[in-house]
């Protein structure tokens, strides 16, 4: 699923045309409040268009008129709009307030629509400006100051797979159900910070307070490595200090820390594309050998020690978009190599487990399947070789996936379970409501198997599924339905 810096291609009902939901989030130096933020949406897209949106938020003395610019990069043009007075000189575009909405009182919003051309790349502006000041950043950027010191004595378990289960030392099951806690994916390589909000004790407490015992959380593997680009405040040292005290955070509460790879090196602009840049700033269809093996030796090397951590190598491959044929995406997906439709050379599954396990660290790792971890249906007959036999299976799954009803779950996930451990990574809505989740978790408990809800996140579930509006817990319409869910099983 795409979260806000993430792409989520959808047939549309009667058409030819694609629709893709990609919004850009609020992000800020960590603990600070930018002058103005501007959350930029592309709500549906088509062959040579596509409709977009902006939200404005003001964070400083009242406005009595505003004005928003911001540059396209793609060559994309603004042919109608709303709520707003949209113009377009070059690549800028203006949208000035209407004389009914000029007024924006200091944390108040504004929120305006366009419809726009485009062609061969729809990449989301970077810097947007009201009324001359730049939103969702600083003005002087800092370091992230220090959080208070993790507690002590951490009791999640060490893991490890027994037959389709996973089990602790005493060989008990333990189903993973929690959620995600996307930031750490996006907001370094966008220079503003490591993570989207705060991971002090007090956050995390919250998520244990759902009676959630697993937390993914997403990671980008330029950031890790502190490669050329990234800041060094929010890059190589710095980011690994950040996320190993967020891991020891989730493990004081009990919680299983699932370490993931999101957002890779490895530029590819054919089908389905998430963006045309080189760096990791959106969703690849496979990782890339330059890098991504480095960044698994060095996470298993960093946590080859903790065995209650998990790895999952790869958040969401779609090298089935690249190519017309199922096996040569399977074999991309096991082998990688030069993949049919993929320019760069491609790590494949198989390597990663490769990279992990020649560390020495024996942690369980999870490998999602193709059509954005949605289709496993070929999953045991190209499953990669561990060494160490701790290799569990992932599966995503959102009401407007394919494989999304009882019958195929039936059909293609329960043939799986039965061999390896099954773990939902993410599962979600986009409707701000729980229906479609409360079917998919009745039968994940039906089967006993493991579910994480995407996403521990404030941003508007109206456009991707947010389960919280507050980092107090105050769940959403549809986090609600999780955190509910979560108590019952264990009050």
């Given at each position: 699923?795409?979260?806000?810096?993430?792409?989520?291609?959808?047939?549309?009902?009667?058409?030819?045309?694609?629709?893709?939901?990609?919004?850009?989030?609020?992000?800020?130096?960590?603990?600070?409040?930018?002058?103005?933020?501007?959350?930029?949406?592309?709500?549906?897209?088509?062959?040579?268009?596509?409709?977009?949106?902006?939200?404005?938020?003001?964070?400083?003395?009242?406005?009595?008129?505003?004005?928003?610019?911001?540059?396209?990069?793609?060559?994309?043009?603004?042919?109608?709009?709303?709520?707003?007075?949209?113009?377009?000189?070059?690549?800028?575009?203006?949208?000035?307030?209407?004389?009914?909405?000029?007024?924006?009182?200091?944390?108040?919003?504004?929120?305006?629509?366009?419809?726009?051309?485009?062609?061969?790349?729809?990449?989301?502006?970077?810097?947007?400006?009201?009324?001359?000041?730049?939103?969702?950043?600083?003005?002087?950027?800092?370091?992230?100051?220090?959080?208070?010191?993790?507690?002590?004595?951490?009791?999640?378990?060490?893991?490890?797979?027994?037959?389709?289960?996973?089990?602790?030392?005493?060989?008990?099951?333990?189903?993973?159900?929690?959620?995600?806690?996307?930031?750490?994916?996006?907001?370094?390589?966008?220079?503003?910070?490591?993570?989207?909000?705060?991971?002090?004790?007090?956050?995390?407490?919250?998520?244990?307070?759902?009676?959630?015992?697993?937390?993914?959380?997403?990671?980008?593997?330029?950031?890790?490595?502190?490669?050329?680009?990234?800041?060094?405040?929010?890059?190589?040292?710095?980011?690994?200090?950040?996320?190993?005290?967020?891991?020891?955070?989730?493990?004081?509460?009990?919680?299983?820390?699932?370490?993931?790879?999101?957002?890779?090196?490895?530029?590819?602009?054919?089908?389905?594309?998430?963006?045309?840049?080189?760096?990791?700033?959106?969703?690849?269809?496979?990782?890339?050998?330059?890098?991504?093996?480095?960044?698994?030796?060095?996470?298993?090397?960093?946590?080859?020690?903790?065995?209650?951590?998990?790895?999952?190598?790869?958040?969401?491959?779609?090298?089935?978009?690249?190519?017309?044929?199922?096996?040569?995406?399977?074999?991309?997906?096991?082998?990688?190599?030069?993949?049919?439709?993929?320019?760069?050379e491609v790590a494949g599954m198989q390597d990663l487990v490769d990279s992990i396990r020649s560390t020495g660290a024996k942690n369980v790792i999870m490998a999602g399947g193709l059509a954005y971890s949605n289709d496993l249906s070929q999953w045991t007959a190209y499953k990669?070789?561990?060494?160490?036999?701790?290799?569990?299976?992932?599966?995503?799954?959102?009401?407007?996936?394919?494989?999304?009803?009882?019958?195929?779950?039936?059909?293609?996930?329960?043939?799986?379970?039965?061999?390896?451990?099954?773990?939902?990574?993410?599962?979600?809505?986009?409707?701000?409501?729980?229906?479609?989740?409360?079917?998919?978790?009745?039968?994940?408990?039906?089967?006993?198997?493991?579910?994480?809800?995407?996403?521990?996140?404030?941003?508007?579930?109206?456009?991707?599924?947010?389960?919280?509006?507050?980092?107090?817990?105050?769940?959403?319409?549809?986090?609600?339905?999780?955190?509910?869910?979560?108590?019952?099983?264990?009050?």
């Amino acid at each position: 699923m795409r979260h806000p810096p993430r792409s989520v291609l959808l047939a549309a009902a009667g058409a030819v045309a694609l629709v893709t939901s990609v919004v850009v989030p609020v992000v800020s130096a960590q603990g600070a409040t930018p002058a103005c933020t501007v959350e930029y949406a592309v709500t549906s897209q088509w062959d040579n268009g596509f409709q977009g949106s902006v939200k404005i938020t003001n964070n400083q003395a009242a406005l009595g008129s505003w004005k928003l610019t911001f540059d396209f990069a793609g060559g994309q043009k603004v042919t109608q709009g709303w709520t707003a007075k949209w113009s377009q000189s070059g690549t800028t575009v203006t949208a000035a307030n209407e004389s009914w909405n000029g007024t924006l009182g200091a944390g108040a919003s504004v929120s305006a629509g366009f419809l726009a051309s485009w062609s061969g790349s729809n990449a989301a502006p970077a810097v947007f400006k009201l009324n001359g000041t730049t939103c969702n950043v600083d003005s002087e950027p800092t370091t992230p100051p220090p959080t208070t010191p993790p507690p002590s004595g951490g009791t999640a378990p060490a893991l490890h797979v027994s037959g389709n289960r996973l089990v602790d030392p005493g060989g008990s099951t333990r189903r993973l159900l929690g959620v995600n806690r996307s930031g750490g994916e996006f907001m370094c390589v966008q220079g503003y910070g490591i993570w989207d909000g705060p991971v002090d004790d007090a956050a995390v407490k919250a998520i244990a307070d759902w009676k959630a015992n697993a937390v993914r959380i997403p990671l980008n593997e330029e950031c890790w490595l502190g490669l050329a680009g990234i800041k060094p405040e929010y890059g190589g040292a710095n980011y690994i200090a950040a996320v190993k005290e967020l891991v020891s955070r989730v493990e004081a509460h009990g919680m299983t820390p699932i370490l993931e790879l999101h957002w890779s090196y490895g530029q590819y602009t054919g089908n389905s594309a998430g963006c045309s840049d080189v760096h990791a700033t959106c969703q690849k269809p496979m990782p890339d050998m330059q890098y991504s093996p480095s960044f698994w030796s060095s996470v298993a090397g960093t946590f080859k020690g903790d065995q209650a951590a998990v790895f999952d190598l790869f958040n969401e491959p779609y090298p089935d978009r690249a190519t017309s044929s199922a096996t040569d995406a399977w074999k991309c997906w096991r082998d990688g190599g030069s993949c049919p439709g993929i320019p760069y050379e491609v790590a494949g599954m198989q390597d990663l487990v490769d990279s992990i396990r020649s560390t020495g660290a024996k942690n369980v790792i999870m490998a999602g399947g193709l059509a954005y971890s949605n289709d496993l249906s070929q999953w045991t007959a190209y499953k990669p070789t561990d060494p160490a036999g701790n290799l569990a299976a992932a599966y995503h799954v959102y009401n407007f996936n394919t494989c999304s009803s009882e019958s195929c779950w039936n059909s293609t996930l329960a043939p799986v379970a039965a061999q390896v451990p099954l773990i939902a990574g993410e599962i979600g809505e986009n409707t701000c409501s729980h229906g479609f989740v409360d079917q998919v978790v009745k039968w994940f408990d039906d089967h006993s198997l493991s579910y994480l809800g995407w996403t521990w996140n404030t941003w508007d579930c109206s456009s991707g599924p947010s389960l919280i509006s507050a980092y107090d817990g105050t769940p959403t319409a549809y986090g609600a339905g999780l955190r509910d869910h979560l108590r019952a099983l264990n009050p």
